[in-house]
């Protein structure tokens, strides 16, 4: 059995037929344990010879296993090592990096402009309830200019704010009515508006807020002016209308001269050559008042544009609904935009 086992071993090749070596002879039904199993069969004088004998026997064979099976461990992990070598002269594979929306990028541009002449940055909640995003606003419960922004509403008190102009009376009631306010807040609101190509059920919009004492309607246009330049360009032109909002009185909208410049020359983007971005006005005294200020003591101005025009306008995208349709071919022209 010895011979002929060691020989077997020798000759195996693989971990799987060595095993099958050792299950055949020293396994439950292998040949050797055949053998130890007959020792009951033996005379008394025969049993300790062959005992010794087989024990040896299965020593040597199975020492002999143990030696071979580290060197087919040792075989198997060198091939394993040589297939999966790695080619380090392969050319990589360039990962897809991702970038902010167009959308983020314009909010930011602008936030630093308005940092830069001493504006803080402000936040209020989306879902607004009906007193912020109107009755401090100078539009209660059946006033009829509540029909200029279709509202999204969740209970009878709360609702999806239709614009950031609540973040005005937030910001008031928190600096208690003698402190002079200059802020600006950008963040989503929400209007049952139709989608087209101008209009979005959910936009972007930005505050703009300034209450000191002796704030004035040129403020708010020289402010106005030095933002669009920045903006667009040296260039362009900005236009205020007369308009109309319950919060603000005087109030203003604001028209920005659309001309598209690229590298083949510039196009006017509207039959018109003008498109609004904004809103604006002299705080209502109303306002002031319910917010704690004094309007015989404080003036301000406040003003909410519409970064989604913006960015139309800037990059010339003709449809609003690119920037929420998520098509990755569209929102990559623009990760480099800034
Ligand atoms: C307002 O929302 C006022 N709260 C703005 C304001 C603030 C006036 C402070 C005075 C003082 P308006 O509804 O016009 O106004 O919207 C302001 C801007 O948001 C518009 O000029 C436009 O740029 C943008 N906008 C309005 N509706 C949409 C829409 N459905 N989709 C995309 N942009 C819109």
Known sequence: IQEETLNKIKNAYSLNELQDIKVEVLGKKGSLTGVLRGMGKLSKEERPVVGEIANKVRETISAQIETKSDVLEEKVLEEQLEKETLDVTLPGRPVQAGGPHLLTSIIEDIEDLFIGMGFEIKEGPEVETDYYN?????????????????????????LLRTHTSP???RTMN????NQPVKMICPGKVYRRDTDDATHSHQFTQIEGLYVDKNVRMSDLKGILDRFAKKMFGQDREIRLRPSFFPF???SVEMDISCKVCNGEGCSVCKQSGWIEILGAGMVHPRVLEMAGYDPEVYSGFAFGM?????????????????????????????????
């Open 134 to 158: 109107f009755e401090a606003l100078n539009l209660p419960k059946d006033h009829p200019a509540r029909d200029m922004q279709d509202t999204f509403y969740l209970t009878n008190e709360l």
């Open 167 to 169: 973040v005005q009376a």
């Open 174 to 177: 928190q600096y208690e009515g």
């Open 248 to 250: 603000t009185e005087p």
């Open 306 to 338: 519409g970064p989604d025009r913006i960015a139309m306008l800037k990059y010339g995208i003709d449809d609003i609904r690119q920037f929420y349709t998520n098509d990755v071919r569209f929102l990559r022209q623009y990760h480099h935009a800034k």
